[in-house]
T-cell receptor, first 115, second 114 residues
Framework: AQKVTQAQTEISVVEKEDVTLDCVYE???????LFWYKQPPSGELVFLIR??????QNEISGRYSWNFQKSTSSFNFTITASQVVDSAVYFC????????????FGTGTSLTVIP | DTEVTQTPKHLVMGMTNKKSLKCEQH?????MYWYKQKAKKPPELMFV???????INESVPSRFSPECPNSSLLNLHLHALQPEDSALYLC?????????????FGQGTRLTVV
C-alpha cells in the first residue's frame, strides 16, 4: 500500500499565484516524521522541511508554508506568490520509527510556474 | 558545508563494462544511501550504510555492489548492467540515519546503459 499519496501529478500556475501541493500519508506508528523535498531539473533533491508527529504547529518560511493536520493525515505545502524558480517536482516523504532508515516518498507533484 | 558530491555526473556504459559511481560528504554524517530514480518517478531506496555497515539492501540485483570505504565515502560498483538500469542514481547522507533526520542528496549520476 502506498504510504504517501500526492494526488496532484502536475500543476501549472501563473507567476504570483498561490499554489498548494497536497500530501496524504498513512502510518500506524505514533512517532513518525514528514518531509518535503524539491527536485529542480538539475536533479538534486533539496530538503525543505521536517515535521514530527507530535508537532502540529503550522510553519512559515518566507513564501513557503506547511499545514500539518493529523486528523486528516495530511501535510500540505503552500507556495505564496509563486515564481518561475519554484518550477520543480516536489516530493512529500514519511519516515517511521519502526522502519528507521528509509524514507517513503510520494509520487511527486510537478509544478510549472508560467511567467 | 551541506554538500553531497557525486561523480561522474553523466555515465554511458555498455552492458559488459564495469564502472563505479562515487559519493562523498564531509558533514560528519554516519548514514549514507543509494537511491535509483527513473524518469517521472520517486526515488527508490537501494542500499543504506549506517556507521559504515550495510544496514539495508532492498533486494537489489547483484550487478550493483555497494562499498563504504570510510564514513565520508560511498561507492556503487556496476557490472553487467541492463538497459533498464538506465536511471538517475542519487546518493544521500544523514546525520545518524535515524527516523528523525533529514537526508541531504547529491545531484546524482545520470546513467545510460547501451
Amino acid at each position: 500500500a502506498q504510504k504517501v499519496t500526492q494526488a496532484q501529478t502536475e500543476i501549472s500556475v501563473v507567476e504570483k499565484e498561490d499554489v498548494t501541493l497536497d500530501c496524504v500519508y498513512e502510518t500506524r506508528d505514533t512517532t513518525y516524521y514528514l518531509f518535503w523535498y524539491k527536485q529542480p531539473p538539475s536533479g538534486e533533491l533539496v530538503f525543505l522541511i521536517r515535521r514530527n508527529s507530535f508537532d502540529e504547529q503550522n510553519e512559515i518560511s518566507g513564501r513557503y508554508s506547511w499545514n500539518f493536520q493529523k486528523s486528516t493525515s495530511s501535510f500540505n505545502f503552500t507556495i505564496t506568490a509563486s515564481q518561475v524558480v519554484d518550477s520543480a517536482v516536489y516530493f512529500c516523504a514519511l519516515s517511521e520509527v519502526n522502519t528507521g532508515n528509509q524514507f517513503y516518498f510520494g509520487t511527486g507533484t510537478s509544478l510549472t510556474v508560467i511567467p | 558545508d551541506t554538500e553531497v558530491t557525486q561523480t561522474p555526473k553523466h555515465l554511458v556504459m555498455g552492458m559488459t563494462n564495469k564502472k563505479s559511481l562515487k559519493c562523498e560528504q564531509h558533514m560528519g554524517h554516519r548514514a549514507m544511501y543509494w537511491y535509483k530514480q527513473k524518469a517521472k518517478k520517486p526515488p527508490e531506496l537501494m542500499f543504506v550504510y549506517s556507521y559504515e555497515k550495510l544496514s539495508i539492501n532492498e533486494s537489489v540485483p547483484s550487478r550493483f555492489s555497494p562499498e563504504c570505504p570510510n564514513s565520508s565515502l560511498l561507492n556503487l560498483h556496476l557490472h553487467a548492467l541492463q538497459p533498464e538500469d538506465s536511471a538517475l542514481y542519487l546518493c544521500a547522507s544523514s546525520q545518524t540515519g535515524g527516523v528523525n533526520t533529514e537526508a541531504f542528496f547529491g545531484q546524482g549520476t545520470r546513467l545510460t546503459v547501451v
